[in-house]
């Protein structure tokens, strides 16, 4: 089994910035894609950003190019989600999830293909 918990979600003012971490405990999750997801009330769950196991493809929602960047560091088990020029329409909670290797069918932004999930952290971005 693996744990993730998300941290680093807070209110925060159009045009700034946050970033968001996830640690995972259980396994290493270095053979782990990871990914975010986020889901506001009445909205459909949507893929953020994910990251290969590897570290060499990420996949980024067309919402969010060019203002967020996912990285991790697989020796410290740590995923993160930089977030800058944020948008009020970036509020939401914010979740972390891990498959192992890659999702089937390389169907990176469908959240069935995820089998671990971060109980999430709340991001609002005010006007």
């Known amino acids: 089994q693996v744990q993730l918990v998300e941290s680093g979600g807070g209110l925060v003012q159009a045009g700034g910035s946050l970033r968001l971490s996830c640690v995972a405990s259980g396994r290493t999750v270095s053979k782990y894609t990871m990914a975010w997801f986020r889901q506001a009330p009445g909205k459909p769950r949507e893929c953020v950003s994910a990251?290969?196991?590897?570290?060499?493809?990420?996949y980024y929602a067309d919402s969010v190019k060019g203002r967020f960047t996912i990285s991790r560091v697989n020796a410290k088990n740590t995923v993160y989600l930089q977030m800058n020029s944020l948008k009020p329409e970036d509020t939401s909670v914010y979740h972390c999830?891990?498959?192992?290797?890659?999702?089937?069918?390389?169907?990176?932004?469908?959240?069935?293909?995820?089998?671990?999930w971060g109980q999430g952290t709340q991001v609002t971005v005010s006007s």
């Open positions: 990251i290969s196991w590897g570290g060499y493809g990420t």
């Open positions: 999830t891990a498959v192992y290797l890659t999702p089937t069918g390389s169907i990176w932004d469908d959240p069935g293909k995820y089998d671990y």
